[in-house]
């Protein structure tokens, strides 16, 4: 008879080395979205400079980013299923920072897309390797809180973007460079420069990050990494736990990058405000909004674990996407700069609930041989819809139906239901198969599929 393979579960790190892991990710993570999305802050002096439209500038934030994002997401994530995690990250950050300085040279369009789709390469090496190493950091118990963590990286860093470009763009404005060579340069390619800069810093300080063991390996799939087709296989077997998570996740993502792409804008247009302004009022929105609501959402997420809850991350969307509707609409409809800013705050609260549920529930029900990939087609999958369809939808709208680059608002909203009222759709039809696999492997006594 057969032994049993054997199961390797080394200790988890301890808790002070677990915490500086997270805060070392996350913190990468969030620079990604500065140079990700310092671009939703310059759209009025690029189109100036470029002569673009807002449908053209709705690519420069979305595809041009997402199809090289995508095409290298499961690659390198199949590159952290095998090697070393914490170089692979390294590499990406150097490479997205470059490509960041480089946007501020761009001279056309096709330069700018070109440069970005640089940005997009290196920061696709980042959440799959990161995702995988914060797995194997944390106790089940807590992983959707550190996730949760990790994942703050989006709102602090999308913040950030706000908030210090906002303040580089109107002091870069006042010509007070003090560089005489410096000074007849457009504004927002020096932009572009000083929130590429500090990558160089990040990615010497994560030559420091320690690495942890990859745990519960068994001892005839150590060796090997699972093929492309056989992780296709995996997921075809479960296509409706999948379907429901990803596609539902990925409308999330949709409204998600409309709302960071195109709500400066809104508020430039609408209330006739400046860059510097617009960057206070919804840099400090993203920053607190995205805050509590992963807090809230991955302890809730947490607690329904606990209780026995297999179906926790899908009804912690169900709830953020509802919620996310209802405040997009008083941001649109609020009558004011200051309503606005307020209910974009709450957006961000709804926006964030899901997002550490969201990653553990993949960790959670997938076998660690197949996390990496599996991850790492998660992510290409959500930045498809997100990153493609959530920066164009509502330009299209403005540009194409209503005609009216002043009514980016209305089109705002309406994309953004949209896409609320699809997610919950899907999360009600995934949500059976996920309760399901979710109970076969941590509530039996005896399960074969070790995670």
């Known amino acids: 008879m057969l032994a049993a393979p054997e199961v390797l579960t080394p200790t988890p790190m301890s808790t002070r080395r677990a915490i500086v892991l997270v805060l070392a990710l996350m913190a990468a993570l969030a620079l990604s979205f500065v140079d990700r999305q310092i671009l939703a802050l310059l759209v009025e002096p690029i189109k100036a400079d470029l002569r673009i439209s807002d449908t053209a500038f709705g690519a420069l934030q979305g595809a041009a980013f997402a199809l090289f994002y995508i095409g290298f997401g499961i690659p390198l994530g199949r590159l952290a299923d095998r090697g070393s995690r914490r170089s692979l990250i390294v590499v990406g950050i150097l490479l ?33 390797a990161a995702y995988s190493m914060i797995t194997d950091a944390v106790p089940k118990r807590r992983l959707s809180l550190a996730l949760g963590a990790y994942n703050m990286g989006v709102y602090l860093g999308s913040g950030l973007a ?4 906002g303040a580089l763009l109107g002091w870069l404005s006042r010509n007070e460079v003090g560089i005489a060579a ?31 063991r990859r745990t519960h390996f068994d001892a005839t799939a150590r060796q090997t990494m699972p093929s492309l087709s056989e992780t296709a296989r995996f997921v075809l077997g479960e296509r409706r736990l999948f379907g429901g998570l990803i596609c539902g996740f990925a409308c999330h993502n949709t409204a998600l990058y409309a709302l960071l792409g195109w709500v400066p804008a809104f508020l430039g247009r609408q209330y006739h405000l400046l860059p510097a302004q617009i960057g ?3 840099g400090l929105s993203t920053v607190i909004g995205g805050g509590i609501g992963l807090l809230a959402g991955g302890i809730a997420s947490d607690r329904l674990f606990a209780a026995g809850r297999g179906d926790a991350p899908l009804l912690v969307g169900m709830t953020s996407m509802t919620g996310i509707a209802l405040a997009t609409l008083l941001t649109v409809f609020g009558g004011s700069a200051h309503v606005s800013a307020l209910a974009f705050g709450l957006v961000m609260v709804f926006v964030a609930l899901p997002i550490g549920a969201a990653a553990a ?11 990496g990939q599996v991850s790492a087609l998660y992510l290409t999958s959500i930045s498809l819809a997100g990153l493609t369809i959530g920066p164009i939808l509502p330009p299209l709208i403005g ?14 909203a309406i994309t953004v239901v949209v896409a609320s009222a699809l997610s919950i759709l ?4 995934g949500r059976p198969a996920y309760a399901r696999r979710y109970a076969a492997i ?8 070790h995670v």
């Not at 706000?162 to 470009?165: D, I, K, N, P, Q």
């Open 96 to 128: 997205w920072s470059v490509a960041t300085i480089a946007c501020g040279t761009a001279g056309s369009f096709a330069a700018l897309f070109a440069w970005r789709a640089g940005v997009g390469i290196g920061e696709a090496a980042l959440s799959p």
């Open 162 to 165: 706000l908030l210090v470009g």
């Open 182 to 212: 410096l000074r007849d340069v457009a504004p927002w390619r020096l932009v572009f420069v000083c929130v590429g800069l500090p990558g160089f810093v990040m990615a010497a300080l994560l030559l420091l990050l320690p690495e942890p």
């Open 280 to 282: 206070a009022a919804l």
């Open 361 to 371: 529930a993949l960790q959670l029900v997938v076998p660690n041989r197949y996390r």
């Open 399 to 412: 540009d194409r139906i209503f005609h009216d680059p002043a009514r980016i608002g209305e089109a705002l």
């Open 426 to 429: 899907l999360f009600l039809l």
């Open 442 to 449: 941590h509530l039996a006594p005896f399960s074969g599929d």
